[in-house]
């Protein structure tokens, strides 16, 4: 199985939509989006699934959307990327050790994908995790994230249940870290605040510093 296919379209109700979307939108990506970073990083971070005016359009993980605001913030604070806003893909942007991808590589209709739909996109997931060689920490946005971690790996979700700052150690140089995702609703909420965020990063570091991959 490739990591990824630019022209895929083995969900059918996603390329429909997605065929809507380029009639609406004729300068958005709208296709399935890649993963963005390094190549062999030590964090890996999984979120959902592209945004319609975000990833959709932009065509990189978390780029121009609410979402990604949050999230790029952090990584810059933390010493993962080289500034702390991602408005579209020719900024500039550059992750340092770090990867980030999705659950889902498309836009599904109203940002909720089937669980078909997951489960079919999984084997993108399973092939880029099984590329990824050495330590390794990934974090979960959220638990359809954290599920799809836990079956692109062959483990029993009710082994490794999600909670919001929760480590799972995968093996000797491999952790699952769980935060809810950094969406407009969680974080306008405060269901996830910045503190709350910022304190899984702070985990991240460490659990990094333990395995020798800071």
Same mark, same amino acid.
């Given at each position: ?182 969406? #407009? ?5 405060? #269901? ?23």
């Amino acid at each position: 199985m490739k990591v990824f296919e630019p022209d895929c379209k083995r969900c059918s109700r996603i390329s429909a939509y997605l065929q809507e979307v380029r009639i609406r939108y004729p300068d958005y990506h709208a296709r399935p989006v890649p993963a963005f970073g390094a190549s062999e990083p030590q964090l890996l971070i999984v979120g959902l699934a592209p945004g319609l005016h975000g990833a959709n359009a932009t065509g990189r993980p978390f780029t121009g959307d609410y979402a990604g605001i949050l999230l790029y913030q952090t990584l810059y604070q933390y010493g993962f990327s080289n500034q702390a806003a991602a408005t579209d893909a020719a900024d500039g942007l550059r992750l340092h050790n770090c990867r980030i991808t999705n659950a889902v590589k498309c836009l599904p209709p109203d940002n909720k994908p089937t669980g078909g739909e997951i489960n079919t996109c999984n084997d993108y997931l399973q092939a880029e995790l099984k590329n990824l060689t050495g330590g390794l920490t990934i974090l979960a946005l959220g638990r359809i994230a954290h599920n799809a971690v836990l079956k692109a790996l062959g483990l029993r979700q009710s082994e490794y249940p999600f909670a919001h700052g929760q480590c799972h150690q995968l093996d000797n140089s491999r952790w699952l870290v769980d935060s809810y995702h950094c969406s #407009r609703y969680n974080t306008q909420t405060r #269901r996830l605040t910045e503190k709350m965020f910022h304190a899984v990063f702070d985990t991240i570091l460490k659990l990094q510093a333990k395995t020798g991959n800071q």
